[in-house]
């Protein structure tokens, strides 16, 4: 059974910090492309940040310099640190795996982890 859970989440001030973990099991951690979604009431799930197999990293526009992805393969976790939050980064973040294994995609989703950024 694939399992993402996702945590780290939580309220925080505006030009605060979060980081946010997903721990995986039931795949091969180091095979998958991971990445950190997110959803706000109301709006369509956005993609913030990705990392392939070989670290390569990109991520949105809104969050280059203020936000960065990592991996750690031998906890089969990734993480995203968060810097200098603004109230409109207020979401449901969710964890997803990726990998293509003989033509056929494999995706996988975390439940979520709530992000607020208030005063």
């Known amino acids: 059974q694939v399992q993402l859970v996702e945590s780290g989440g939580g309220l925080v001030q505006p030009g605060g910090s979060l980081r946010l973990s997903c721990t995986v099991s039931g795949i091969i951690f180091s095979s998958y492309s991971m990445a950190w979604y997110r959803q706000a009431p109301g709006k369509q799930r956005e993609v913030v940040a990705r990392i392939t197999t070989g670290r390569i990293t990109n991520y949105d526009d809104s969050v280059k310099g203020r936000f960065t992805i990592s991996r750690d393969n031998a906890k089969n976790t990734v993480y995203l640190q968060m810097n200098n939050l603004k109230p409109e980064e207020t979401a449901v973040y969710y964890c997803?795996?990726?990998?293509?294994?003989?033509?056929?995609?494999?995706?996988?989703w975390g439940q979520g982890t709530q992000v607020t950024v208030s005063s």
């Open positions: 997803n795996a990726h990998a293509r294994i003989l033509q056929s995609d494999y995706t996988y």
